[in-house]
């Protein structure tokens, strides 16, 4: 099988990680790259270390050409201008991958709420998979609209879910303490992530008000089918890459707390990811430098205090988004899930 493969927004952070994998992926190749820009760049110009790598040069969004030429797409537009192109596409025939968050919350009043504007797209949304590949492995083959999660969402979801699922900690008042490298935040210039600003720096920023947190509320939610609660407080690092998660939830009134309920709780972990080929069930504390250019995630767990903490770790570039990507693409073409990632 050979899957060729359109990036329509390809000079972002992701799209470049994207066209990294994809060059070493055994079946799937890269054909169309799709840019909004006027002056249309060839990628290796945009990105020198593509020299050699990818010898394309960028073209217009063209719904019938990408058609011709590719079987998927990955759409790497930010929410809003995503939905503009994922109908056009998909009636065209084309199997979308969106990286955006437009196809995320399946409620279009929630994502109204959340992201300000209406959803215009809600035939789609309304079929669209959620690419959580350890959760919803079974309906990613032959789905064609896949929603890519969001890095935050993904570290918290494979941290918590397993937990929930058994009941072993409550559904209310989890604590998500959350820092994610520099590269989360997009390509595009700001003042505050110049690297006199962000160099030695540290911060907390959208307290209980980011837009993921509605994303892992509900996918947890889906998870055990009871209404699941959490605060979202995440921080920047001054690192390009990584995002680091200490969660904090409270135990179920009959898990003890002491070294025989932290052994129980890796036991679960052990059991939930005993077939899932990207997430490592680690002893000691993760690191975000462990995990850096895979699509690993990494999981660690303790009872202190009173608390269960679950410790999680992602490069937010791959596992967090390009190679989960391409995880859902594997799947969704009935492929080997490693292919192009180990």
Request: glycine content about 8%; aromatic content about 8%; overall charge negative.
């Amino acid at each position: 099988m050979s899957i060729r493969v359109a990036i329509v927004g390809p000079t972002g952070y992701t799209a470049l990680w994207l066209v990294k994998l994809l060059a070493r992926h055994p079946e799937a190749r890269v054909t169309y790259l799709a840019s909004q820009r006027e002056q249309l760049p060839h990628i290796a110009e945009e990105f020198p270390e593509l020299l050699g790598i990818c010898d394309l040069t960028c073209r217009s969004i063209d719904a019938a050409a990408i058609a011709r030429e590719c079987d998927a797409a990955f759409i790497r537009l930010p929410h809003v201008a995503a939905m503009q192109y994922v109908p056009v596409l998909l009636e065209a025939g084309v199997r979308v991958i969106d990286l955006s968050a437009d196809y995320r919350l399946s409620d279009p009043r929630k994502y109204e709420s959340v992201y300000g504007h209406a959803h215009t797209d809600t035939a789609n949304l309304a079929n669209a998979v959620y690419g959580l590949p350890e959760f919803n492995a079974a309906k990613l083959p032959g789905a064609r609209l896949v929603a890519n999660p969001g890095c935050y969402p993904t570290a918290a979801a494979l941290a918590i879910g397993p937990l929930l699922a058994k009941k072993l900690v409550k559904p209310t008042g989890i604590v998500i303490n959350a820092c994610s490298g520099i590269t989360g935040a997009g390509r595009t210039a700001k003042p505050h992530l110049h690297f006199p600003e962000m160099n030695e720096a540290f911060m907390c920023y959208g307290a209980g008000t980011h837009r993921h947190q509605p994303e892992i509320e509900q996918t947890l939610t889906g998870l055990i089918g009871e209404e699941v609660r959490t605060l979202f407080v995440p921080h920047l690092l001054p690192v390009d890459r990584g995002i680091h998660e200490t969660i904090y939830m409270e135990p179920a009134d009959d898990l003890l707390p002491g070294a025989g309920a932290e052994d129980a709780l890796y036991d679960v972990y052990e059991a939930a990811y005993a077939n899932e080929p990207f997430i490592r069930i680690r002893l000691g504390f993760p690191n975000v430098k462990h995990v850096r250019d895979t699509n690993y995630c990494d999981l660690a767990v303790r009872v202190a205090g009173g608390k269960v903490i679950v410790f999680s770790v992602i490069d937010n570039m791959i596992k967090g988004a390009s190679g989960q990507a391409i995880q859902n693409m594997n799947l969704m073409f009935e492929m080997e899930e490693t292919a192009g990632l180990k």
